[in-house]
């Protein structure tokens, strides 16, 4: 093989590595969410770490928080289109609801 056809196969070997390279950060990129955690406070930094550990599927979510005074307590997860409702307004709503249901 001449220094041409060797130059060109490293060439081809280093191209497939780079593309290898940028899908595996590609996916990566992917893993991390964008979370939103309402909640009637500011969070604190050791609050948003108790998150990432009671929640396993937030392990490597950026988390935004959103403040909402008229929740009282507790919290509202969002994850896209995905809510859970820990909050008392989102308990009492519900516990009202199904009062007028039963009656």
């Known amino acids: 093989m001449d ?17 290898k390279k ?14 939103t955690i309402i909640t009637p406070y500011p969070l604190k930094e ?13 392990k490597n979510a950026v988390i935004e928080n959103k403040i909402d005074k008229s929740l009282i307590g507790g919290f509202i997860i969002k994850i896209g289109s995905e809510i859970l409702n820990a909050s ?3 308990t009492i709503t519900h516990l009202v609801n199904k009062l007028y249901e039963s009656s």
Do not use: A, T, W
Request: net charge positive.
């Open 22 to 35: 940028k899908e595996i950060q590609e996916e990566e990129i992917k893993k991390v969410r964008k979370v």
């Open 3 to 19: 220094s041409n056809q060797n130059l060109k196969k490293e060439l081809e070997n280093g191209l497939s590595l780079l593309l």
């Open 88 to 90: 008392i307004k989102g």
């Open 46 to 58: 050791s609050e948003k770490q108790l998150f990432h550990e009671r929640f396993p599927y937030l």
